[in-house]
């Protein structure tokens, strides 16, 4: 028996994730310092834990309707109507989904044809061109620019833009990069959106965490509500990740065509998740703010100090992640985290992970605590410093 045989053949060539290989090997690594992972270092606010502990208590451990409880749909609607700006019908236009990335699978699932084709903007999170693989379309890739900010850019949109292209996927603020869209690059966006007939699926996730200005989604402006598929959940913002609960909100017909995958795939996502989703959206603001300000005065000393290292950084305008550029040490992206992780314990993930524009960068996530930072950039400075000594002795061989 052969085992290649069995396997799918778009399967055999999914690349693996290269955070989940990379961090393989810091789990073995306990004094590691992490700055890998994009989860808040903060736990679940204490009523939001209450809620689904007194559901449990409840007896509530039954399923669900597939598009997830009413009563919670109620709540997401009042949540996007207030922060997001668009009203969404509780009952065909909101689908509950185990976190966003089964929104992002079944939502491809539901568009493409194979062969689709698919723009969207990269570095980016890990699993969008597998998941467009995995609905058989096609992945366009947008490079974002550490010239601009990492935002995105509605003339390198329009210029990939290519026939056969059925779907604009954004996210922002982005992962890895921080980088988000004002208004006027949105306006640009929704007009290319509409003369081109693209569905814009908007990752929206750290949306909360937003730091620099206005967050503006694309669904808010004109026109755009009845062709973008909003995607918004609660594990960044609310600190909510082994919950896995998300949800989409679109128009009717595309919240029918995922729940018919929904309902065979997952079913529904768990009652006592959606039960703390509605004590996070009706009192969980204070909390989240407090998070974001202390996310805030993480990401203001972090790149504070790896521009002092040499490490050129932008300022990430949302999200938790830093992504500076470390072409200056000489070592590609992949063997400088290997060394760093090495030689100084300090877990950070190479750019190519998020694709091949995430070049000569890495991703430092600063959700942990002020007091790992620190020590983590200091190891950081200790570790370029001995690189920098390492090539002037070479040069002067």
């Known amino acids: ?10 399967i055999k060539s999914l690349p693996r994730s290269g955070i989940r290989d990379f961090f393989a090997i810091v789990s073995e690594m306990p004094q590691a310092i992490s700055l890998g992972i ?3 270092d903060f736990v679940t606010p204490w009523k939001i834990r209450e809620a689904s502990i007194f559901a449990l208590e409840q007896g509530k451990t039954s399923y669900t309707d597939n598009r997830g409880l009413l009563s919670l749909r109620k709540e997401i609607s009042k949540y996007c109507a207030s922060f997001f700006g668009p009203e969404y019908d509780p009952v065909s236009e909101i689908l509950v989904t185990v976190g966003v990335s089964e929104a992002i699978d079944i939502a491809l699932r539901s568009i493409l044809n194979p062969g689709d084709k698919v723009l969207y903007h990269e570095p980016c999170y890990v699993s969008y061109a597998p998941s467009v693989t995995l609905a058989f379309g096609e992945a366009i890739p947008v490079a974002t620019t550490p010239g601009q900010e990492f935002s995105l850019d509605p003339e390198a949109f329009e210029k990939a833009w290519q026939p056969g292209c059925k779907i604009l996927m954004l996210n922002f603020p982005t992962n890895p990069t921080g980088g988000t869209a004002d208004r006027e690059k949105l306006e640009r966006l929704a007009k290319f959106a509409k003369d081109k007939d693209l569905i814009v699926i908007s990752d929206e996730i750290y949306a909360e965490l937003t730091y620099e200005g206005e967050h503006v989604s694309i669904a808010s402006l004109p026109g755009m509500k009845e062709r973008t598929l909003l995607l918004h959940g609660f594990s960044k913002g609310f600190a909510m990740t082994g919950f896995r609960v998300g ?3 679109g128009p009717d017909w595309l919240i029918d065509a995922m729940m018919k995958i929904h309902q065979y795939c997952m079913m529904c996502a768990p009652i006592l998740s959606q039960e703390a989703a509605i004590e996070a959206l009706v009192n969980g603001s204070e909390d989240v703010m ?6 805030h005065k993480r990401r203001d000393f972090v790149i504070r100090r790896f521009n002092e290292i040499g490490l050129s950084c932008h300022l990430p305008r949302g999200s938790f992640y830093a992504f500076p550029d470390i072409s200056i040490t000489g070592l590609n992206e992949t063997e400088f985290c290997h060394r760093l992780l090495r030689e100084q314990e300090v877990a950070v993930v190479p750019g190519t992970a998020f694709g091949d524009h ?8 600063f959700s942990t605590s002020y007091e790992k930072l620190v020590e983590a950039t200091n190891r950081m400075e200790s570790f370029v410093d001995c690189l920098d000594s390492e090539n002037a002795h070479s040069a002067a061989i």
């Open 247 to 249: 949800f989409g909100c």
């Open 358 to 365: 995430g070049v000569n960068h890495v991703r430092a996530s």
């Open 38 to 40: 994009g989860e808040p």
């Open 290 to 295: 407090r998070m974001r300000d202390q996310y």
């Open 1 to 10: 028996m052969n085992p290649e045989n069995f396997i799918a053949d778009h």
